[in-house]
């Protein structure tokens, strides 16, 4: 069975600081891998997704890496805004198309 | 970007009744939605998935006579809360994927913004 681990659990930072979140998942035969965020009380906001074959993306001030053989992979987050606090998803695909989250990481930017 | 919507976004409802609510893709047509269910600070749990006109695929453990799922159209899948408890009180939401099922194509899931309830 899949797990997907997400450290730290939460995370307050000064605004303007880069950041790392970090996602970690048991299985490494997995198709894709998507970070998502989620704002309080409001659905998913996908933010990036990386094909198996692909080992980053980048969209605007952030940026993913993926590495499978070692079942991890990273959310970078240059010069951090108030308006990036949320609860940070990552999601890997597995078994078909199901989805497989991971605990979340709170992020909190302070102005 | 493709848009799911939900609704309701808020439902309270009374201990014993059912409540319905729905997942619309409203830009296209969505051959799988998927439904999931969030406790408070937990992370999202597939509940079943749901496929135009056939039965839907419950995870163990989801009791699908509790939680009925429709999928009548491309573009339209309803989850039914039976006879509601307040255990049941949950954020729950809705995922459309359109193309091929093969994760590996790459394309993206849609996510409605979910619907929270409360039963009381």
């Known amino acids: 069975k899949q797990e997907v681990t997400q450290i730290p659990a939460a995370l307050s930072v000064p605004e303007g600081e880069n950041l790392v979140l970090n996602c970690s998942f048991t299985?490494?035969?997995?198709?894709?891998l998507q970070w998502f965020r989620q704002d309080p009380g409001k659905g998913l906001t996908s933010l990036l997704l990386i094909q198996s074959s692909q080992r980053e993306q980048t969209s605007g001030r952030l940026n993913a890496s993926l590495d499978k053989s070692s079942g991890r992979s990273t959310l970078y987050i240059a010069a951090s805004q108030p308006g990036d606090s949320a609860t940070y998803l990552c999601a890997v695909y597995s078994s078909g198309d199901k989805l497989t989250f991971g605990t979340g990481t709170r992020l909190a930017v302070r102005p | 970007g493709a848009v799911v919507s939900q609704h309701p976004s808020w439902v309270i409802c009374k201990s014993g009744t059912s409540v319905k609510i729905e997942c619309r893709s409203l830009?296209?047509?969505?051959?799988?939605m998927f439904w999931y269910r969030q406790f408070p600070k937990q992370s999202l749990m597939l509940m079943a998935t749901?496929?135009?006109?056939?039965?839907?695929?419950?995870e163990q453990g989801v009791e699908k006579d509790k939680f009925l799922i429709n999928h009548a159209s491309l573009t339209l899948s309803t989850l039914t809360v039976t006879s509601a408890h307040p255990e049941d009180s949950s954020f729950y939401i809705c995922s459309a994927r359109t193309g091929t099922l093969d994760p590996r194509s790459g394309n993206t899931i849609y996510f409605g913004e979910g619907s929270w309830l409360t039963v009381v």
């Open positions: 299985d490494s035969a997995i198709y894709n």
């Open positions: 830009d296209f047509q969505a051959t799988t």
């Open positions: 749901s496929n135009e006109g056939s039965k839907a695929t419950y």
